[in-house]
């Protein structure tokens, strides 16, 4: 076989034209030196020439594997479409970030972590770039570059503004967990390092790309520009693994520091509440707030007296603040259970001091919407667990202690003074998501002597509901109390009511069963109580010289009472007597309060709204059932199923029935109007009886 035709056969795998001369160029070119040598020794040109051929081997053997080695089947198509993806991506992420993460001072942290990716990912592209040696991957690679670049720009423009610029900000936010309230930019000094790193590796890595492949398209590389090249390679890894470390450090640094947030926001409670515990006056809280790490700021009269004592860090914002001085002993109560001077009691009169505690989001937040803002609400099903608790079977000190597990966002103490007076306590809590609402929860915890008088109380409140019809005298006896029938008689009672006006004519038609409810049970010198008729079903304890003996004590025997609410006699509930508002769930709300479930659990809460007509006739109030994620409905769309759960009538199809109470459908199925529904403890649906 002459050369020509070995050469034919040994590069006829090989397709691409350029790669084939020159690789039939090296063949001939080592196969003409062994004929050479074979001359040289003494053979003839014919057989030399074929002794030369016959030591390359078989070509047909050899041309699989020339194929492999210089085909090359690189079309551009890939690099171009993993480019766009690229690009998209990084628009995708800066829509997110935009949206989730550029307005919170905490999540900082990730925004760097995105910063980081973007860039890890842009430096793997590169590394492809310098394997494949190709100019349509380094035009790729630069059109990368200038999309990451960009997306760092704007990233680090974000944060900049954010950390106000200021270097000593970021530092304390990532090392301390401080955030900071964000001002004017000082310095954009942030933003050109992070431009200036990126772009000068960045264009390290295009300039070495571009360099390599126009000296090794012209055959002229060296072993220098291999190493070169293989060490760039090598480099954009690194660098690529750099970054992805520095992600993970900062995707570890925000979740640290949004732990970090909800604790020292825990903690601070925690605080006040032991500060209310353990401190009676003012001065007491001065020398208590001297031993805490934190710093606080006192506010001092011009008679140099320390009036107030205040705290802000983070999402902390706490203010102590003295009473005015007064007593309730101070004060001369009427028989009318009123001050001489017209006003009620304040019960500020009982306390030296009052802590205000609360979630301090607007100095850095525009609502509650933000991630380490929205971990310190409480879920609706913590909600529910602290409006299941019955403060009416526990002592105060174990109602302070469980609603103590769970941190508002705000909270007001009213410590008593001394043992004599009342303790006040108030939790709000916000749940929620696009839409929130609140709930208040009040302890008042009483001094001994006032527990001893409400604990006789009740003594007396459960022998009357354990004898519902029993005769006024019988109930003297069974409740040790001394029965003081009213000072007239009932004919005497009767004949001065009927010597009164018109506006008595209710009082002139009193039976005698309603006459004896005028009588009195006394139960000791300050205090005595009255009852309605048979079966009793309250007790109402007054006293004309004490005000902490005035209550009522209705009995909950499972009754109920119709109640219509608003003006407009919208909401027609029926009330358990002695409890309130049942729910589908089984828990006690006021009816502005009440939760409404569909099957699937999702709670829908009442939600008013004013609308102005225009013409000056007034506001016409509008009422709808809404859910956390914002989704609304008008009060007349809103009905409830015979299971006691949500049905709304969008398309306004139900049919009222003749008893002005119920709708049905075309299936013949049952539904009442929500507002118009009401539950027992067991979450059956009582109806609405007048």
């Not at 012209?218 to 291999?226: A, G, H, I």
């Not at 019960?347 to 030296?352: E, G, I, L, R, T």
């Not at 004519?505 to 006459?515: C, P, V």
Request: glycine content about 6%.
């Amino acid at each position: 076989m002459n050369i020509n035709d070995y050469i034919k056969d040994a590069t006829s795998k090989i397709f691409d034209a350029k790669e084939k001369r020159k690789v039939e160029a090296e063949l001939t070119d080592h196969i003409l030196k062994h004929k050479e040598f074979n001359e040289e020794i003494g053979y003839d040109a014919e057989k030399a020439e074929e002794m030369a051929v016959e030591k390359m081997g078989e070509g047909t053997d050899i041309a699989e594997q020339l194929g492999t080695l210089h085909n090359d089947f690189y079309t551009p198509v890939g690099d171009i479409i993993c480019t766009v993806i690229w690009l998209l991506l990084l628009g995708g992420a800066y829509y997110l970030m935009s949206k989730y993460i550029f307005d919170d001072i905490a999540i900082v942290p990730l925004n760097i972590a995105g910063i980081s990716i973007a860039a890890a990912i842009y430096f793997i592209m590169g590394f492809v770039t310098l394997k494949r040696n190709r100019l349509q991957a380094t035009i790729c690679n630069i059109v990368g570059a200038t999309g990451t670049g960009a997306f760092i720009f704007l990233c680090t423009k974000n944060f900049n503004r954010l950390v106000s610029g200021d270097f000593n900000k970021l530092k304390r936010l990532i090392f301390n967990h401080q955030i900071c309230n964000a001002d004017h930019e000082k310095s954009k000094v942030i933003i050109i390092i992070a431009i200036a790193l990126f772009c000068v590796l960045a264009l390290f890595t295009i300039l070495t790309s571009l360099s390599y492949y126009i000296k090794h398209s012209t055959n002229s590389n060296s072993l220098f520009d291999n190493h070169f090249k293989k060490f760039t390679s090598r480099l954009t890894i690194v660098i690529a693994l750099i970054c992805v470390i520095i992600s993970g450090f900062f995707v570890y640094n925000y979740f640290d520091t949004k732990n970090h947030l909800k604790k020292d926001y825990y903690n601070q409670y925690s605080k006040m509440l032991d500060i209310a515990k353990n401190c009676k006056t003012f001065d007491d809280v001065y020398d208590y707030v001297d031993t805490f790490d934190d710093e606080y700021n006192a506010y001092v009269d011009k008679n140099g007296v320390t009036q107030r004592i205040t705290f802000a860090k983070n999402l902390v914002q706490i203010e102590i603040e003295r009473q005015e001085e007064g007593s309730y002993n101070d004060l001369v109560v009427s028989n009318y259970g009123l001050v001489d001077s017209g006003s009620i009691l304040d019960d500020s009169f009982y306390n030296d001091y009052t802590i205000y505690f609360g979630l301090n989001y607007q100095p850095y937040y525009d609502n509650y919407d933000y991630p380490c803002i929205k971990q310190l609400l409480t879920t609706e099903n913590e909600l529910d667990e602290i409006t299941r608790f019955d403060m009416d079977k526990h002592t105060d000190d174990e109602s302070f202690d469980f609603y103590s597990k769970y941190a508002p966002y705000s909270l007001i103490c009213k410590p008593s003074k001394n043992d004599k007076y009342i303790s006040k306590y108030e939790w709000n809590f916000l749940t929620g998501d696009v839409y929130k609402y609140q709930r208040q929860f009040q302890i008042n915890v009483y001094p001994q002597e006032t527990i001893d008088i409400f604990n006789r109380q009740n003594e007396i409140a459960d022998i009357i509901k354990a004898n519902p019809n029993a005769s006024f005298d019988e109930i003297a006896r069974l409740t040790n109390t001394e029965l003081i029938p009213y000072p007239i008689s009932y004919e005497e009672y009767k004949s001065t009511v009927n010597m009164l006006g018109s506006m008595f004519d209710a009082m002139k038609n009193i039976s005698r069963e309603e006459y004896n409810r005028l009588s009195q049970f006394k139960v000791s010198d300050d205090m005595y109580f009255v009852l309605g008729s048979t079966p009793y079903s309250y007790i109402s304890f007054s006293s004309e010289t004490n005000l902490q003996y005035i209550n009522i004590i209705e009995f909950d025997n499972g009754n109920f009472v119709a109640q219509n609410f608003e003006d407009n006699e919208l909401f027609k509930k029926m009330l358990s007597v002695g409890k309130g508002c049942y729910a589908k769930n089984g828990l006690i709300y006021s009816y502005d309060l009440l939760p409404y479930f569909e099957k699937d659990g999702t709670r829908y809460t009442l939600y008013t709204m004013n609308e102005d007509p225009g013409d000056k006739s007034g506001y016409i109030k509008h009422y709808y059932l809404i859910n956390t994620k914002g989704e609304k409905y008008e009060h007349d769309m809103c009905y409830i199923d015979s299971e006691g759960y949500l049905y709304f009538d969008t398309g306004h199809t139900l049919k009222i029935q003749d008893d002005g109470l119920t709708y049905k459908d075309s299936n013949g199925n049952e539904y009442t109007r929500a507002f118009e529904t009401s539950w027992d403890k067991d979450g059956n649906i009582v109806k609405y009886k007048k």
